[in-house]
């Protein structure tokens, strides 16, 4: 037996602390540093697992503390599944919060001293921190399947609540089943899926199986396009953990798949369109070589065919021969054309480099010009500063001059609109003092008639007691 090779498939496949405690008490023909090793890698999953069960309890409570609906999509659960908890292996803790909520995240992640890291294949915001602990947010199901995903449903706080808890929320046992095997899709096809990821569901069905609402899990894996896919995995793990094989049943594409795991993902087109015949769009995309597609398409970018150059050169219509030549000229053409456009930006970056080095030379130069100049005494200081304390003081004096001018002005206004005020009152007492002289003149007429009338009357009596006396006589 080669250990040192159990030892590296082992490590790779998440499964080198199963290996140890099967290797407990058998004789075996292992060095002391492979068996050090297996030690060691033992005693880290241990101590690994003691890690997440203390982070995700201090993550959850800054979720409930600062009021965040999250979802626990997988956490430190696992270890109830085996017969020692230090059997299993946690890769990484996965939890669902809103968008809104992302930055409040960012923000008591980072202060727990948590570095965020960039995973080109993962979808989420992933964090780690010394031993190895790695939590990924999502703001999204991490499910590129549409009808799959519509068996979630959708916003974290939607999710059935955790015991104890206001705002974490958690799956229920169909869909953490369903979440697995979409996990497990997707690490197919980036060419990921490993021994214990078929362990941990083969784990996960055998506990809680008989509760499985069998009937809801099977039509979301018929619509996804999945069911074949789940089928062959739990072939695969009654091969490997469950039963022996029967010759009257098919194993040919489980056995495919053994051997795509175990061959670390190598490239099988035909357990793809058996397995996974809606997801060839993504499986090429993964599977293609980008560098060499990089190198046909700029080979055929530089020698184009001949239809194509005949439209820049006719003259191939006449003599196909001259087709290299007109690469030649064509490729040439544009060589030019890169060169002159990169001497442009070049001569453009100096002439900018040279105008800030022209600008430092004259501050420079004024600079110590400055410092040349001669220091003024404090005599002559104070003498400048009383110079400009009068002219301040003359120039508040004209100021103050010109407003009592102004305000002069504004009198001189003010009497002479006094004035001709006035001659108008005085006109308008004059045009009545008139018109009453002229209603007093027959009044006055009036009076001197009533006077005359009673001296008439006197008269006349004086002139009848005469001629009464004259009678009398």
Known sequence: MRWDTVLDVSDYQNVVNIVYVGLLGIEKDISEECESQFHHSYKKELLLYESYQKVEEVILWQLERHGIDAALLLGTSVGEMYPKPEMSHISQIEILVDKKDMPRVNKFMLEMDYEQKVDPVDSGIVYVRVPGVRIVFYNGMPIENKAARQFFPGAP?????????????????????????????????????????????????????ERFRWKSVNEALVRAVWQEFADQINVLAALWFGREANADEQYGLALELEEYILSRGRENKHLDESLLPCEKLRLDFYWRNRDKEWALRKQAWMFPSRDYMVQ???????????????????????LRRICISKFKKVGFRIRIKLSDIKDKLKGMIRKGKNEDLPEDSPEEAVQAGEGAEESADTEHGEAAGSTEKAE?????EHGEE??????????????HGEENGVREKPEEAGER?????????????????????????
């Not at 006094?418 to 045009?431: F, L």
Request: charged share 35%.
């Open 157 to 209: 706080k939607r999710f059935r609540k955790l015991d104890s808890y206001r705002h974490i929320h958690m799956l229920t046992n169909e869909e953490e089943y369903l979440y697995r095997i979409a996990r497990m899709v997707e690490m197919y096809i980036t060419g990921r899926l490993k021994v214990r990821d078929i362990m941990d569901l083969w784990q996960y069905q055998k506990l809680l199986g």
């Open 408 to 412: 002069g002005s504004v009198r001189m």
């Open 312 to 334: 820049f050169f006719p003259i191939l219509e006449r003599y196909p021969f001259l087709l290299f030549f007109c690469w030649i000229i064509r490729n040439f053409r544009f």
């Open 449 to 473: 008639k009533d006077a005359e009338e009673p001296a008439n009357l006197k008269e006349t009596e004086g002139e009848e007691d005469s001629e009464e006396l004259k009678n009398q006589n």
């Open 418 to 431: 006094a004035g001709v005020r006035k001659k108008a009152e005085e006109s308008a007492d004059t045009e």
